[in-house]
């Protein structure tokens, strides 16, 4: 199928590439490629590929823009706020090319749907910010045996890694325990908006460069720290004792008993804050965060003075532990347990399941 006179123009810049030309562009015409987190990363990603030429772009993700995704989630505005970014995305991607299809998926991909959503799809790019869908991805990857292009960004961090399971490693030879992990995602730990657009970059180029044949990065790991200018790419190996792809595949260590955590929905800890003996409900969050929106009752306490030293509390006293999300109060919860806290608990979801099941007045941000 020859490219029509309009798409020889649009493409004209890449398709002069070495290595690229006409039957490169065939190559990206005809891909299927699948975005998983249409956020920081994902919201890039797809514009780039869309921009690109790649024939179908499937979007997955859940939920709306709020204000505070605009410095880095560039294909959104303010005018979107509150809007479903799956659509936003699906129509701004066809704004950038109308010669491409999208599809949008609203929802929330489990290890039980996962692997049904990205069987049609050449390639998948890992976009998300969590460990347990970042383990979805993985798995279902291994069992479809597709190869996907994982990135993540941490405040003015990013790492890169291109996993091509059964051929080479795969997260879990990285990671071995990344479903066991609380990481703290962007909402809470932090993000530059640049940092956030490099990675992104560079994830759209791995993808590309699959889908052309190029060399990528495969079976390595780049680390990259735009702070200090810093860029590190080291040589994966498969592991022998894999919990995913090894001798220990099937084994499931999310819910190991020492990683267990105490949870508190938000429907049971507004009962137990009108009751006759409420627990202490501690802030985990930064000072500001605390001054911008709090829950009625609680108090604001010292992440780091808590992990330190426990921050005075004493180890009889009932205490609830919140943040924005659950990421750094599951932390706390831990770090307590191991001093000989006994009646801690950790609110489920955080303010964000706060603010959405009781307290809808409360700002998201």
Not at 115 to 129: E, K, M, N, R, V
Not at 213 to 225: D, I, P, Q, R, V
Not at 244 to 257: L, T, Y
Request: glycine share 12%; proline share 4%.
């Amino acid at each position: 199928m020859d490219l029509k006179k309009e798409e020889l123009i649009r493409y004209s810049r890449q398709l002069v590439i070495p290595g690229v030309g006409p039957e490169g562009q065939q190559k990206l015409k005809t891909a299927k490629v699948a975005v998983v987190g249409a956020g920081g990363l994902g919201s890039l990603v797809l514009g780039y590929l869309a921009g690109a030429g790649v024939g179908e772009i499937g979007v997955f993700d859940f939920g709306p823009v709020e204000l505070s995704n605009l410095h880095r989630q560039l294909i959104y505005g303010t005018g979107d706020i509150g809007k479903l970014k799956t659509d936003l995305a699906k129509r701004r991607l066809l704004e950038i090319n109308p010669e491409i299809k999208v599809n949008a998926n609203e929802g929330i991909l489990t290890r039980e749907n996962i692997s049904a959503a990205l069987s049609g799809y050449d390639f998948i790019a890992d976009c998300t910010d969590n460990f347990l869908t970042r383990g979805a991805i993985n798995k279902a990857c291994l069992k479809l045996k597709k190869t996907y292009v994982h990135g993540a960004v941490y405040q003015f961090e990013g790492q890169l890694a291109v996993f091509e399971p059964h051929a080479g490693p795969c997260l879990g030879c990285l990671a071995p325990g990344a479903e066991s992990q609380e990481n703290q995602a962007c909402a809470e730990a932090g993000v530059m908006g640049p940092a956030a657009g490099a990675v992104a970059s560079m994830q759209a180029l791995e993808v590309l460069k699959l889908i052309l044949g190029f060399e990528t990065l495969k079976g390595k790991f780049a680390m990259l720290n735009f702070r200090l200018a810093d860029f590190n790419v080291v040589e994966l190996k498969k592991r022998e004792d894999c919990p995913v792809c090894g001798s220990k595949a099937g084994a499931d260590n999310k819910f190991i008993e020492a990683l267990s955590v105490d949870l508190i929905t938000p429907e049971e800890l507004k009962a137990r804050l009108a009751s006759g003996k409420p627990p202490r409900l501690l802030d985990l969050r930064y000072p500001w965060e605390h001054d911008l929106c709090h829950i009625a009752g609680d108090a604001w306490i010292d992440f780091d003075e808590l992990l330190k030293n426990g921050a005075g509390l004493g180890a009889g006293e009932e205490f609830v532990l919140y943040c924005k999300g659950q990421s750094k109060s599951t932390a706390a919860f831990r770090a307590l347990r191991a001093k000989g806290f006994t009646k801690v608990s950790v609110l489920k979801g955080g303010l964000d399941a706060w603010a959405e099941k009781i307290e809808k007045g409360l700002p998201r941000y």
